[in-house]
């Protein structure tokens, strides 16, 4: 391809303590977590509100916060929930209980709470406006560049924070990764949906009409209608005989009720998108919207209680469960998942199962990954640690990661990337990076004692902790 130059002067605009890319989930407990600490903090978000997929993306639930007997997500988790709590943004079947398995979530209200929260926390945030460039010497990032409807313009701070949820930042600065399985191939993407004019009581007699769980549903007790042992897959394989569906797809995650007639939807996946590609994403989203039509006729024609349900929306961002992993000091792995392990530099735990969806459709992946997370479950009150190197990526001083991007292999990404886990490593790096930013030192040169006190100080669960 034909290359061409491009120079420019460009205004330096912030010199912040720190900066952070992308306000999702990760990016808010970040930002939270550092302005508390008395910094300065910039978050540039390229989409028009706060809360990344979980509000622009319609993801329409948290996995859980909780072991079954610990709440895990404590400090900024507990406090997004019980601010989207009083002011009625999670679904009308929400209870202390369901901390430990998921919580609906009405978008808007999150958006308004995320948005009240980080003004309080006096940080100073964009939207519509996109990280596009990284100026590095050796190590050490110099300078990031932004480009929002005023232009291009620069951002200098002591240290940074990776929260795009695709490590564009890290990448950018020549942090390795890791993308996908052996083959390079990843976890299919879904575009979620909101849903009105469902009964949900007409919904619950689906038990009597021979829908009762099934395997799927019984071994991943999260879904809402499956935790009334109701299995709205179970018509899935007639429907693809009467190509209602069009793509071989087994997996359905199912819908999670706001309120009796309004629902969030996880149907569908887009097979082989790369979320590093505008391209791929630009056809996965044309695709998705297309099979939401397909998962229309299929609820309506097939289940009960959907007869007279509407499509609201789609989501504005395409539904990643997977793309870059920023290698860091540590890789989280597989083997530290059935372990249990604990790390002397513990800045959380968690504990969701290993959810991997297929790269692509069929039955044999599907019953294969099934299986495998069968296999990869905790029982009541397990956890494993997440420890402070996965958020520093190597070959860079001041740069930290968090979200679903940091260094895990691929199991641990399907576990650790819900959101109660992004608000986790979110938390740890918000506060790592005023550490960095006061001592002027290193990412891998903070006081772990010093951090970790202060986590447990907001009300992080660290029963780990160094004495
Ligand atoms: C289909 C699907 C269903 C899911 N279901 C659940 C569920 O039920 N419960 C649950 O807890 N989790 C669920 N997850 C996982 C969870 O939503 C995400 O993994 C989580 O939101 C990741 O948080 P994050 O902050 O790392 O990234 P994101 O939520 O992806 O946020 C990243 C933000 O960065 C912004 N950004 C990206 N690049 C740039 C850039 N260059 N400049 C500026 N901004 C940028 C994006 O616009 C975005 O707002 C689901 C995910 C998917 C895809």
């Known amino acids: 391809m034909e290359k061409i130059s491009y120079e420019k002067k460009i205004p330096l605009r912030y ?37 990344g997929l979980g509000t622009a993306g319609l993801v329409p639930a948290f996995m859980k916060f909780g072991d079954g007997v610990n709440f895990l997500s404590g400090g900024i988790g507990r406090e997004v929930l019980n601010n989207l709590r009083n ?32 003004e309080e926390a006096g940080v100073n945030f964009l939207f519509n406006t996109t990280l596009i460039d990284v100026q590095c010497q050796a190590a050490q990032i110099d300078a990031v560049i932004c480009a929002a409807k005023s232009g291009i313009f620069a951002v200098k701070a002591s240290a940074y924070i990776d929260c795009s949820g695709d490590g564009d930042l890290a990448v950018w600065a020549g942090a390795p990764f890791e993308k996908g399985d052996e083959e390079g191939e990843m976890m299919a993407g879904t575009l979620c949906s909101l849903w009105s004019g469902i009964n949900f009581k007409e919904c619950l007699k689906m038990a ?3 829908t009762g769980p099934s395997e799927d549903c019984k071994r991943k007790p999260t879904c809402n209608l499956s935790t009334h042992g109701i299995n709205p897959a179970a018509r899935l394989e007639d429907a ?16 999670w009720f706001q309120t009796e007639h309004i629902a969030g939807a996880n149907i569908g996946h887009e097979y ?26 299929y609820y309506k024609q097939y289940l009960k209680g959907y007869e007279h349900m509407e499509l609201v929306a789609t989501g504005n961002l395409m539904g990643i469960r997977e793309s870059r992993r920023i290698m860091g000091d540590y890789v989280l792995n597989i083997e530290d998942f059935k372990k249990r392990a604990c790390f002397e530099d513990e800045v959380g735990r968690y504990c969701f199962f290993v959810d991997l969806h297929c790269t692509r459709p069929g039955k044999q992946d599907h019953r294969k990954l099934l ?17 402070y190197r996965c958020l520093v990526p190597r070959e860079l001083n001041n ?25 986790i490593t979110g938390q740890a790096a918000g506060v790592a990076s005023a550490l960095m930013s006061e001592q002027r030192c ?17 009300g992080a669960y660290l029963p780990n902790a160094l004495k």
Do not use: W
């Open 371 to 387: 299986d495998r997370s069968t296999a990869l479950r905790y029982k009541k009150g397990e956890s494993y640690g997440v420890p």
């Open 272 to 297: 082989g998108v790369d979320a590093t590609d505008e391209r791929s994403l630009t056809e996965a989203l044309v695709n998705g919207r297309q099979r939401t039509l397909e998962y229309e006729k």
């Open 208 to 210: 009597d009409a021979d």
């Open 442 to 458: 290193h990412n891998r040169d903070i006081p772990i004692q010093k951090l970790q006190d202060r986590l447990l100080k907001m």
């Open 399 to 423: 740069l930290l990661v968090a979200g679903r991007c940091i260094s895990t292999d691929r199991y641990m990404q399907g576990s650790l990337r819900v959101m109660p886990g992004c608000y």
């Open 15 to 51: 010199d912040v303590d720190v900066f952070i890319a992308g306000g999702g989930p990760a990016g808010i407990a970040a930002s939270l977590a550092a302005a508390r600490q008395g910094k300065e903090v910039m978050l540039v978000e390229s989409q028009s509100c706060l809360g």
């Open 240 to 255: 693809m005989k009467d190509k209602v569906l069009s793509q071989e797809d087994y997996h359905l995650s199912g819908m």
């Open 87 to 118: 002011e009625g943004g999670t679904g009308f079947e929400d209870s202390q209980e369901r901390e430990h398995t998921s919580i609906a979530i009405k978008p808007e209200v999150l958006k308004r709470v995320y948005d009240r929260l980080l």
